[in-house]
Nanobody, 124 residues
Framework: QVQLVESGGGLVQAGGSLRLSCAASGRTFRMYHMGWFRQAPGKERDFVAV????????HYADSVKDRFAISRDNAKNTVYLQMNSLKPEDTAVYYC?????????????????WGQGTQVTVSS
């Protein structure tokens, strides 16, 4: 089992940057593929980015490609999401999640472990 705690959210102006962190408990962090998702009010939870167990493979939603970067430090049991050139439409609660199923990595339903979320608000 993995417990996840996100941090780093906040209020930022459009064009600004934020770095989200997700700290995981347990010794098995390196076994999990780690994803970031986001949910805006009244909308479904959407895929943002995912990184493989070793960190050698990453995928992004088209809406954040070339602006966001996911990374992980297995020695620190932490996954990061660097968000640059933020837009008002990036406003959402951001969640990190862990899965062993890389084949379904874009689907929220394939992630059994979730953090509590961190709010990101981008003002225009």
């Amino acid at each position: 089992q993995v417990q996840l705690v996100e941090s780093g959210g906040g209020l930022v102006q459009a064009g600004g940057s934020l770095r989200l962190s997700c700290a995981a408990s347990g010794r098995t962090f390196r076994m999990y593929h780690m994803g970031w998702f986001r949910q805006a009010p009244g909308k479904e939870r959407d895929f943002v980015a995912v990184i493989s167990q070793s960190g050698d493979s990453a995928h992004y939603a088209d809406s954040v490609k070339d602006r966001f970067a996911i990374s992980r430090d297995n020695a620190k049991n932490t996954v990061y999401l660097q968000m640059n050139s933020l837009k008002p439409e990036d406003t959402a609660v951001y969640y990190c999640a862990a899965t062993l199923d890389y084949g379904l990595r874009f689907r929220p339903g394939s992630y059994p472990y979730w953090g509590q979320g961190t709010q990101v608000t981008v003002s225009s």
